[in-house]
């Protein structure tokens, strides 16, 4: 799912007119941040980008109802694309596990994407390293239970995981995500790039295309920009617990 987001985050391209841009699923993609690096808003842009693409519907998974729709998406908040965002509420771990093992189960037309904001939520409620592979383990199962029984194409699998710095125990357990999440997004903060709330933004699409960066910025009222780095990519995970920002 990297080429999802790097299309949400290739400003130098237009957003796209839905049916005819198509991608092949790639591998399931951990996207990495502190408190209010934008996240949310990156995972619900990807919702808008693939809900363009013709295919099935977005399953989008948080413990909360968002209070406000990112602005400044590439993709536009038409009402067709909004449609086939449905979002689902699992307010614990327990009845996130029991709405994964039951997916196979659902009727109704399958998701091309699967997006789970807020694993750090989850995890903290079984913080051992056992139950977070069993529920990495499970996402990527139902995932692959959705490309396997959709029209074709594949679901793709997108993870927000909010990074702490200092913290042996999450260094560890992020250690273990990163196995079943080849590829990753990590977004810290850039005092160089433009904005009060700056952050860069560095895709590594898991050996599906080459590394990238971008700059990414919220002004005060909550619009979302996204500029190209002029820079070569640097080693995301030398700050990997630092990222902050102005959205969640």
Not at 200 to 208: N, Q
């Amino acid at each position: 799912m990297a080429e999802t987001l790097r299309r949400v985050l290739s400003s130098g391209s237009a957003a796209g007119t839905g049916e005819g841009n198509t991608t092949e699923v790639g591998p399931p993609l951990l996207l990495l941040g502190g408190p209010g690096s934008g996240k949310t808003a990156l995972l619900f842009a990807s919702a808008l980008e693939a809900a363009g693409e013709g295919r099935g519907p977005v399953l989008f998974l948080t413990r909360r109802p968002l209070q406000s729709l990112p602005r400044g998406t590439r993709a536009p908040l038409e009402p067709l694309r909004l449609q086939k965002i449905r979002f689902q509420y699992p307010p614990s771990t327990r009845e996130l596990l029991r709405f994964l093992c039951s997916a196979h189960e659902a009727r109704g037309p399958v998701p091309s994407l699967l997006l789970l904001d807020g694993l750090e939520e989850y995890l903290a409620e079984d913080p051992g390293t056992q139950e977070a592979a069993y529920l990495a383990a499970l996402l990527l199962d139902t995932a692959a239970h959705f490309s396997q029984v959709g029209p074709g194409g594949g679901c793709g699998l997108i993870v927000a995981l909010q990074t702490q710095e200092g913290d042996s125990g999450d260094a560890l357990q992020l250690a273990l995500l990163q196995r079943y999440f080849p590829a990753q997004c990590w977004l810290q903060p850039d005092a160089l790039g433009p904005g009060e709330h700056c952050l860069r933004a560095c895709l590594e699409p898991g050996g599906r295309g080459p590394r990238a960066e971008w700059w990414v910025a919220f002004r005060p009222d909550g619009e979302m920009t996204i500029t190209p780095c002029p820079h070569q990519p640097s080693d995301p995970s030398s700050d990997k617990g630092s990222s902050s920002g102005g959205q969640p």
